[in-house]
């Protein structure tokens, strides 16, 4: 699925959380929420069909995408891929230090996305 056709799946836009982390997820349904911190994710994982919908940026090949990701404590499934081109590329690579790896939107990818997923 891509931007486009996720605009077009309110059902699928309703289930995202915006504030869950891709380290918070992966602690989460990993360790079955054993890393809750002071502060952290207000809520646990409580069995097999718990889920959770957020968005990670894979920066390992190029052109860097963003993810909406579905995790389960069985697995992660990529849903929507969504290319980050020119200057949003630009921009979260120098956030990041041009460094490969797989990160959490930074508020400014993340209120992008928002103003195009719930406007």
């Not at 079955?32 to 207000?42: E, Q, R």
């Not at 963003?66 to 995790?71: A, G, N, Q, T």
């Not at 690579?93 to 959490?104: A, I, Q």
Request: no cysteine.
């Amino acid at each position: 699925m891509n931007l486009d056709e996720l605009k077009k799946d309110i059902n699928l836009i309703n289930l995202i959380d915006w504030d869950l982390t891709h380290e918070d997820a992966i602690g989460l349904y990993l360790e079955w929420g054993g890393n809750w911190k002071p502060g952290g994710v207000p809520y646990v994982v409580r069995n097999k069909s718990d889920s959770s919908h957020y968005f990670v940026v894979n920066t390992w090949e190029k052109p860097a995408k963003v993810y909406l990701i579905k995790r389960t404590i069985e697995d992660a499934k990529e849903l929507v891929e969504i290319p980050l081109l020119g200057e949003k590329m630009k921009k979260f690579l120098d956030e990041t230090g041009h460094s490969k790896g797989v990160y959490t939107p930074g508020e400014k990818l993340k209120n992008w996305l928002k103003s195009e997923l719930l406007n």
